[in-house]
T-cell receptor
């Protein structure tokens, strides 16, 4: 099992550019999540999905969109990147119910917006 | 609002010097407290889940405990490979959503 994988690992954007981060999991998890991690701020939830075709907002959703067209994939989009979106982005996945608490994380994508 | 506070922010220990990390929380209807380990440049790795006050979990040199207001991660006779950032998270009423603390960066030197 590859677990949770993220593409790309690194990216540099200019302000106003758009991009999509891809997350894939092969554990048949129902739930998937996108977090951002900033120095001194800890992990903050951007958006999450409780199943194929469904998404919900987390703590810091502004400036991001997501889609979950397939159970194993969760995409995070930035339509018009801003320097404040410079961060490390982590995708995670988990099972339903009580086991939803045990989230498995990907290796992260380091994004810099100039 | 659900909140998680971890202390200290950073901790340096000599190999073999035992200590504890603290995680205090305020959450309506705690449905679990979780500890993760994060190595530099990697995603967090799940360690423990605690559900009720008085519960304890152990894994190698790590032992997690839970009270009604806080959790402790005890590290017994740490080794340099235990160096990492340890994250605490809680879940309240929203299924699947975790609230993370800022972490404690642990360094164990030989």
């Amino acid at each position: 099992n590859a677990g949770v994988t993220q593409t790309p690992k690194f990216r540099v954007l200019k302000t106003g550019q758009s991009m999509t981060l891809l997350c894939a999991q092969d554990m048949n998890h129902e739930y998937m999540y996108w977090y951002r991690q900033d120095p001194g701020m800890g992990l903050r939830l951007i958006h999450y999905s409780v199943g194929e075709g469904t998404t919900a907002k987390g703590e810091v959703p502004d400036g991001y969109n997501v889609s979950r067209l397939k159970k194993q994939n969760f995409l995070l989009g930035l339509e018009s990147a801003a320097p404040s979106q410079t961060s490390v982005y982590f995708c995670a996945s988990s099972f339903l119910g009580k086991r939803a608490n045990e989230q498995f994380f990907g290796p992260g994508t380091r994004l810099t917006v100039l | 609002e659900d909140q998680v506070t971890q202390s200290p922010e950073a901790l340096r220990l000599q190999e073999g010097e035992s200590s504890s990390l603290n995680c205090s929380y305020t959450v309506s209807g705690l449905r679990g407290l979780f500890w993760y380990r994060q190595d530099p440049g990697k995603g967090p790795e799940f360690l423990f889940t605690l559900y009720s006050a008085g519960e304890e979990k152990e894994k190698e040199r790590l032992k997690a405990t839970l009270t009604k207001k806080e959790s402790f991660l005890h590290i017994t006779a740490p080794k340099p490979e235990d160096s990492a950032t340890y994250l605490c998270a809680v879940r309240g009423s929203t299924l699947g959503r975790l609230y993370f603390g800022r972490g404690t960066q642990l360094t164990v030197w030989p």
